[in-house]
Protein backbone atom coordinates (compact mmCIF):
# COMPACT_ATOMS: atom_id res chain seq x y z
CA UNK A 1 0.00 0.00 0.00
CA UNK A 2 1.29 3.28 -0.52
CA UNK A 3 0.08 6.76 1.17
CA UNK A 4 0.09 10.40 0.68
CA UNK A 5 -0.52 12.58 3.70
CA UNK A 6 -1.66 16.08 2.68
CA UNK A 7 -3.18 18.94 4.92
CA UNK A 8 -0.36 20.49 6.51
CA UNK A 9 0.91 24.07 7.28
CA UNK A 10 1.48 27.22 9.24
CA UNK A 11 -1.32 27.81 12.05
CA UNK A 12 -1.61 29.76 15.11
CA UNK A 13 -1.82 28.23 18.45
CA UNK A 14 -5.44 27.41 19.34
CA UNK A 15 -6.05 26.76 15.51
CA UNK A 16 -7.07 24.15 14.00
CA UNK A 17 -5.76 21.73 11.24
CA UNK A 18 -6.88 18.86 9.34
CA UNK A 19 -4.40 16.23 7.93
CA UNK A 20 -5.61 13.52 5.25
CA UNK A 21 -3.87 10.21 3.75
CA UNK A 22 -4.70 8.35 1.19
CA UNK A 23 -3.91 5.00 0.76
CA UNK A 24 -3.52 3.12 -2.54
CA UNK A 25 -5.75 -0.02 -3.49
CA UNK A 26 -8.75 -1.57 -2.80
CA UNK A 27 -8.47 -3.32 0.33
CA UNK A 28 -8.19 -0.09 2.52
CA UNK A 29 -10.18 -1.60 5.22
CA UNK A 30 -8.57 -4.47 6.10
CA UNK A 31 -5.50 -1.97 7.05
CA UNK A 32 -4.77 -0.55 10.82
CA UNK A 33 -4.19 2.98 10.35
CA UNK A 34 -2.38 5.44 12.34
CA UNK A 35 -0.83 9.04 12.73
CA UNK A 36 2.65 9.86 13.66
CA UNK A 37 5.11 12.77 14.04
CA UNK A 38 8.24 14.00 14.31
CA UNK A 39 9.83 17.12 15.47
CA UNK A 40 13.36 18.09 15.27
CA UNK A 41 15.95 16.23 17.61
CA UNK A 42 13.04 14.22 19.18
CA UNK A 43 12.16 10.73 18.18
CA UNK A 44 8.94 9.38 16.67
CA UNK A 45 5.51 9.61 18.54
CA UNK A 46 2.57 7.59 18.19
CA UNK A 47 -0.75 9.79 18.39
CA UNK A 48 -3.92 8.11 17.17
CA UNK A 49 -4.45 4.74 15.49
CA UNK A 50 -7.42 3.25 14.13
CA UNK A 51 -8.44 -0.09 13.70
CA UNK A 52 -9.71 -1.28 9.62
CA UNK A 53 -13.35 -0.58 10.47
CA UNK A 54 -13.29 2.25 12.54
CA UNK A 55 -14.25 0.47 15.81
CA UNK A 56 -10.73 0.60 17.59
CA UNK A 57 -8.65 3.67 18.70
CA UNK A 58 -5.99 5.15 20.47
CA UNK A 59 -4.85 8.36 21.25
CA UNK A 60 -1.10 9.34 22.95
CA UNK A 61 -1.91 11.47 25.99
CA UNK A 62 -0.27 14.52 24.40
CA UNK A 63 -3.03 14.93 22.10
CA UNK A 64 -6.12 12.86 23.88
CA UNK A 65 -9.57 15.52 23.47
CA UNK A 66 -7.49 17.43 21.02
CA UNK A 67 -7.22 15.36 18.26
CA UNK A 68 -9.37 12.64 16.23
CA UNK A 69 -8.65 9.70 14.29
CA UNK A 70 -11.02 8.85 11.60
CA UNK A 71 -11.49 7.23 8.43
CA UNK A 72 -13.55 6.68 5.14
CA UNK A 73 -12.87 3.43 3.86
CA UNK A 74 -15.16 4.51 0.71
CA UNK A 75 -12.58 7.23 0.24
CA UNK A 76 -9.43 5.28 1.23
CA UNK A 77 -8.67 7.95 3.37
CA UNK A 78 -7.82 8.60 7.21
CA UNK A 79 -7.99 11.82 8.80
CA UNK A 80 -6.50 13.78 11.97
CA UNK A 81 -8.62 16.68 12.86
CA UNK A 82 -6.42 18.97 15.33
CA UNK A 83 -7.86 20.84 17.43
CA UNK A 84 -6.40 23.72 19.87
CA UNK A 85 -2.94 23.93 18.31
CA UNK A 86 0.15 24.55 20.66
CA UNK A 87 3.79 25.38 19.25
CA UNK A 88 4.73 22.16 20.72
CA UNK A 89 2.77 20.50 18.11
CA UNK A 90 5.09 21.25 15.23
CA UNK A 91 6.60 18.44 13.55
CA UNK A 92 6.29 16.37 10.26
CA UNK A 93 2.93 14.26 10.79
CA UNK A 94 3.29 10.82 9.23
CA UNK A 95 0.50 8.40 8.21
CA UNK A 96 1.17 4.69 8.19
CA UNK A 97 -0.55 1.30 7.65
CA UNK A 98 -0.07 -2.19 8.88
CA UNK A 99 -3.02 -5.34 7.85
CA UNK A 100 -2.52 -6.59 11.86
CA UNK A 101 -5.19 -5.17 13.75
CA UNK A 102 -2.60 -5.15 16.74
CA UNK A 103 -0.27 -2.40 15.20
CA UNK A 104 -3.82 -0.40 16.72
CA UNK A 105 -2.33 -0.89 20.35
CA UNK A 106 1.45 -1.97 19.35
CA UNK A 107 2.25 1.11 17.29
CA UNK A 108 4.26 -1.26 14.46
CA UNK A 109 3.22 -0.28 11.54
CA UNK A 110 5.24 -1.40 8.15
CA UNK A 111 3.96 1.21 5.71
CA UNK A 112 4.86 4.59 6.16
CA UNK A 113 4.01 7.66 3.72
CA UNK A 114 6.29 10.66 3.31
CA UNK A 115 5.15 13.43 5.86
CA UNK A 116 3.10 16.70 5.81
CA UNK A 117 4.69 19.29 7.65
CA UNK A 118 2.54 21.19 10.77
CA UNK A 119 3.78 24.70 12.08
CA UNK A 120 2.42 26.10 14.87
CA UNK A 121 3.77 29.90 15.80
CA UNK A 122 2.96 31.35 19.02
Known amino acids: VQLQASGGGLVQAGGSLRLSCVASGRTFSSYAMGWFRQAPGKERERLATISGRGGNTYYADSVKGRFTISRDNAKNTVYLQMNSLKPEDTAVYYC????????????????WGRGTQVTVSS
Open 96 to 111: AADLYLTAVVSGNFDY
